[in-house]
């Protein structure tokens, strides 16, 4: 058969676009690289890799530095490294407790950040969306930067397509079309993404925290309520619709109390830190302070707080014994304050694995906090808005043609 000429053309532009893609996005993950390393990773030409770090180069994304000597065999090999501020993403957060708001550069250096505390309460979607907007106009002051996506984190059931909230039990939302609201408050001509805080959570460590290199892995988010985000082969579950994850209202207790999204007995109901506030005979809604509280009496010696800690402990070894078994996980990440717990508690998930998990999976799982702590979704959210530039930088060139890729009117 033969090919036409335009039709040659068009591959040799999708190849192009692929070379480029796979440079940013090796340099985006693992830092700086010699020109050599280059080569060796995407299987190119030494004049091809020189020819496409050239074109990043112009367009401001990469810089290459002096080649140094290393003492080994052969010609010096320049060093290439991303241009933080060459693309930017803006990351908004909605926590119970907190908002916050970030500007973070190609290569995940975070240049500018804030967080606002909130008084726990049911909030209304106006003030939410005023005071992300007001969180990003004070960052986008900071800089000239070149915004290419934004990227949203919500405590809540998030649509990734177009940042549908369908429930935010715990910040009484129901339905809020939270991608369209902040695409109006914000008005930039680029794309929002949204995601569930304990999806961004699981993307954030497998970009750049504990779960680097590690395929299968359960993320578990938990302050007042309980998320999940699962690692499955490399790849973010969303479910049809990007609902999946809901770990917090796996039904563990039929006899149990009733929970925010209408059921009885959900997991969050026994492991949500309202339960060991209470326990521990602390107000519920004290937060993060409040749990700090609790480990210190826990640490002293106090045998409410040890007792209340202890519940938690095995109820979360109940419910990670049947994700093992479900998932066969390598590895569990605990987020908020339950990744605190841990040092208290690793007997008690140790014995309740062994009761309810099957040997074969449960011999091969290691349950860690998350290593990025409280900022563990926004580096998820960043990823997630970067994910475009990412995949063909090209159409970010000359001015950002972000605009092509718009999602959200
Ligand atoms: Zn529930």
Redesign the pocket.
């Known amino acids: 058969m033969r090919v036409g000429r335009a039709e040659v053309g068009q591959r040799s532009e999708t190849v192009h676009r692929a070379n480029l893609s796979a440079i940013v996005r090796r340099l985006h993950e693992r830092g700086p690289q010699s020109r050599s390393d280059l080569v060796a990773a995407t299987g190119l030409t030494r004049s091809a890799i020189r020819g496409l770090v050239g074109e990043l180069a112009a367009e401001g994304l990469v810089t290459e530095a002096e080649a140094v000597h290393l003492g080994t065999p052969g010609r010096p090999s320049p060093l290439v490294r991303l241009n933080a501020t060459g693309a930017v993403v803006l990351t908004l957060e909605i926590l119970v407790d907190s908002i916050a708001a970030a500007i973070v550069g190609l290569g995940g250096e975070t240049l500018a950040h804030v967080r606002l505390d909130r008084p726990r309460m049911e909030l209304s979607v106006d003030d939410v969306v005023a005071d992300l907007a007001a969180l990003a106009a004070d960052l986008r002051g900071r800089g000239d930067w070149r915004i290419v996506g934004i990227g949203v984190a919500v405590a809540g059931i998030v649509r990734q397509a177009d940042g549908m909230v369908s429930m935010a039990?715990n910040l009484g939302w129901i339905d809020v079309p939270l991608g369209a609201r902040l695409a109006r408050a914000l008005s930039m001509a680029v794309p929002i993404s949204s995601m569930n805080d304990a999806d961004a959570g699981a993307l954030g460590e497998h970009r750049r925290g504990a779960a680097v290199g590690v395929d299968n892995v359960v993320f578990i988010s938990g302050e007042v309520g309980v998320g999940g985000g699962l690692i499955l082969d490399g790849r973010l579950m969303t479910g049809a619709a990007g609902y999946a994850g809901e770990i917090?209202?796996l039904t563990v207790n039929p006899d149990g109390a009733p929970?925010?999204?209408?059921?009885v007995g959900?997991w969050?109901?026994e492991i949500g830190e309202r339960v060991l506030l209470a326990r521990a005979r602390h107000a519920v809604d004290e937060g993060r302070e409040g749990i700090e509280a609790v480990l210190r009496e826990a640490q002293a010696g106090s045998e409410t707080a040890l007792a209340a800690i202890d519940h938690v402990g095995r109820w979360l070894g109940i419910g990670i014994a049947g994700l093992v078994n479900v998932l066969n996980p390598r590895l569990i990440i605990l987020g908020g304050p339950n990744g605190r717990l841990l040092p208290f508690i690793g007997a008690r998930l140790d014995a309740e694995l062994e009761r309810f998990a099957l040997r074969a999976s449960r011999e091969l799982v290691r349950v860690v906090p998350a290593s990025l702590g409280i900022e563990a979704p926004m580096v998820g959210a960043a990823e997630l808005a970067f994910d475009p530039l990412l995949n063909d930088p090209a159409a970010f060139f000359r001015g950002g043609s972000a605009s092509v890729h718009l999602a959200t009117a």
């Open positions: 039990p917090g209202h929970c925010r999204c209408g059921s959900c969050e109901t």
